[in-house]
């Protein structure tokens, strides 16, 4: 993993974002911040923060891999400091990165100094108990998600990666709302945390000279702010027809299943009945709601159980898709040293995360791999973090990066948009592709996955944001998540909430500190440079059933885009794949364009009323 600066991918990297002490428990003390004189002094400046910064992050690394692999009070308070420590010196040079400020500077010096001054995920304030102090409460959050369980009142205690299986395969409400209800218990007591994290987060930003924490974090996208802000909208804008009519088929086919009294046929969904802890991704109700004449007949989960998948060989089938591109083979650390399956007799952090320990070839996974279809997706998606970060090791440290957050999220998904029945028969999974009549019931399930996901990805950061710039108050923060989960998804609660509750802790990455609207760029992206790779492979057909497997040219352009890491602006990067500087959610609506027009269909014929 990487400091302060970039990367994302890893969870552990934000988290040591979060943290910091000094080394021997000394105090790093505050740089000087009178200003800078030249452009030499910002060059030399620049190269001495690289050594400090990476230097500290291959401990950091090592620390928090520790501490996500066993969960204990001594490997947290390990986390802790080393968190400490690194936001301390990351919060120094970001102060003393702004001073160079209006000066004539190289454009790779200023790029750099523009990342160390606006890279932060967690600024802690310079008064080091305050940064003590907010590093504690970051890792404290870790754990409380890590180590959460549920007990049924039978005694069965379920971790988050069981409740989950369970709400995927179960169709008893009953069930599924003890699952959904018994998991958020485990975020009642992170709620005061939280709210000490944002103030302290704030004013560390403040110090660093944003107007708040969102600001600071909408400024990492070689924009304005605001725009970037008004860049969402308009990409939203743009999908939500798509989604409302996604949404409107799916509240009905769920009405017959369940009934008026579980599933009424109109306003939002209830969130226990779409096969996710979060209603995030729909794909696991795909039975439920397949199209009578156009299901495809196959399932990836069954397809894996009948061909003796294990868990390392779901990663050896996803890793074999990269080097079919070209990529190198994975080194032999990365297979002994992550973590693939749930250990039975310690506490780890299940949610899946890639790493990257020396900024060099120690990459690795965590992941408690269950052997489904859906996690065959997530492996390809790790994958693609790892083959990232080995890609741009050769940048310098400050561009060890994607070039912005959703670029990171969005390789391993391009990847595994190309598992295509056409694919799955050439590794041997299936036997007969299913022919054109069939796409109806593939594209479904892939818009149950990628289209239901969208305002998710959208609405959590709407909802911090908001927390951040003060707008919505900690009395209302599970009333005004609530209130944006039914805006953007048309979902609600299953059963009342109230202030007590705490939902947004409920899901990873609140308690976590990983941004998300990266996940919603990488919905966007995916569909961009899936597109752009199937032209260059030269396929002709449509591009939901187009697969680069095997094709070196395609692979040889990405590789150009990911070894360019985060060296320049990220529209130049998007050029390299696609040819244009444009984020653009039409390669969306063209690949779902069929599926569009059939939804519409059914939902006029059964006259559905749209909306909620
Ligand atoms: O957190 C992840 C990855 C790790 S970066 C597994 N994802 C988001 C989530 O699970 O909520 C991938 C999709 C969205
Ligand atoms: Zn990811």
Redesign the pocket.
């Known amino acids: 993993m990487k400091l302060p600066f970039k990367q994302?991918?890893?969870?552990a990297l934000v988290v040591s974002v979060a943290l910091g002490l000094s080394a021997c428990g000394q105090q790093i003390k505050p740089v000087a911040t009178a200003p800078a004189v030249d452009a030499k002094a910002a060059a030399e400046f620049v190269n001495d923060a690289e050594v400090k910064l990476e230097a500290l992050s291959i401990e950091a690394s090592r620390a928090e891999w520790i501490y996500s692999n066993f969960i204990t009070e001594d490997t947290a308070a390990l986390s802790a400091a080393m968190g400490e420590k690194t936001t301390s010196m990351s919060v120094q040079l970001a102060t003393q990165a702004a001073t160079f400020a209006g000066l004539k500077l190289d454009p790779v010096v200023a790029r750099k100094l523009n990342s160390l001054r606006s890279s932060l995920i967690l600024p802690a304030p310079l008064d080091p108990a305050k940064n003590a102090e907010l590093a504690k409460i970051s890792s404290e959050l870790n754990g409380l998600y890590g180590k959460g369980k549920y007990c049924f009142a039978s005694g069965e205690c379920m971790t988050q990666t069981e409740l989950s299986a369970l709400m995927a395969e179960s169709k008893d409400p009953q069930l599924l709302l003890e699952a959904w209800q018994g998991w958020r218990q485990i975020a009642k007591p992170m709620r005061s945390l939280f709210q000490r994290e944002v103030e302290l987060a704030n004013e560390g930003a403040r110090d660093l000279g944003f107007a708040d924490l969102s600001e600071l974090w909408r400024s990492q996208y070689d924009m304005k702010p605001q725009e970037f802000s008004n860049e969402l909208d308009r990409l939203w804008g743009e999908i939500k027809p798509l989604y409302d009519s996604l949404h409107c088929y799916v509240r009905g086919e769920l009405n017959e299943q369940y009934g008026d009294e579980v599933a009424p046929k109109t306003g939002p969904i209830p969130a226990h009945l779409l096969g996710n802890m979060?209603a995030?991704?729909w794909g696991t109700i795909y039975n439920s709601v397949a199209p009578k004449d156009a299901d495809p007949g196959f399932d990836v989960t069954e397809l894996l159980a009948k061909n003796g998948y294990d868990e390392v060989k779901m990663v050896k089938q996803a890793e074999s898709f990269f080097t079919s591109l070209g990529f190198d083979a994975l080194p032999e650390t990365f297979w002994s040293r992550s973590l693939f399956v749930q250990p039975k007799d310690r506490d780890v952090v299940c949610?899946?995360?890639?790493w990257d320990l020396d900024n060099q070839d120690d990459i690795r996974i965590k992941?408690c791999i269950q052997k489904t279809a859906e996690d065959f997706t997530?492996i390809h998606?790790?994958l693609g973090?790892n083959f990232y970060q080995r890609a741009y090791k050769n940048q310098p440290y400050i561009f060890k990066g994607s070039a912005n957050d959703g670029f990171h999220?969005a390789i391993g998904?391009t990847i595994a948009l190309s598992i295509t029945p056409k694919y799955l028969q050439q590794i041997g999974l299936l036997e007969t592709v299913p022919d054109a009549s069939k796409d109806i019931g593939l594209l479904l399930q892939q818009a149950l996955n990628k289209i239901a996901?969208m305002p998710f990805?959208l609405m959590i950061d709407q909802w911090r944001w908001q927390v951040f710039n003060g707008q919505i108050k900690p009395e209302d923060y599970n009333k005004a998540w609530w209130d944006l989960r039914e805006k953007y998804q048309g979902v609600k609660a299953p059963i009342e909430r109230t202030e007590a509750d705490f939902d947004p802790g409920a899901?990873?990455?609140v308690p976590g500190n990983?941004p998300?609207t990266r996940?919603f760029l990488?919905h966007v992206l995916q569909f961009q440079f899936h597109k752009a790779l199937c032209d260059i492979a030269g396929d002709t057909g449509p591009v939901h059933r187009c697969s680069i497997y095997g094709n070196k040219e395609a692979g040889a352009k990405l590789n150009q885009m990911l070894e360019m890491g985060a060296s320049k602006p990220w529209p130049e990067a998007l050029e390299v794949v696609t040819g244009t500087q444009q984020m653009d959610a039409k390669a969306v609506l063209d690949y779902f364009a069929p599926l569009q027009t059939w939804l519409n269909e059914q939902n006029t014929q059964a006259q559905r009323q749209c909306g909620w």
Do not use: C, N, R, T
């Open positions: 994302p991918s890893q969870i979060w995030q991704h949610h899946a995360s890639a992941m997530v998606h790790e973090h999220e998904d996901f990805g899901k990873y990455h990983v998300y996940y990488a």
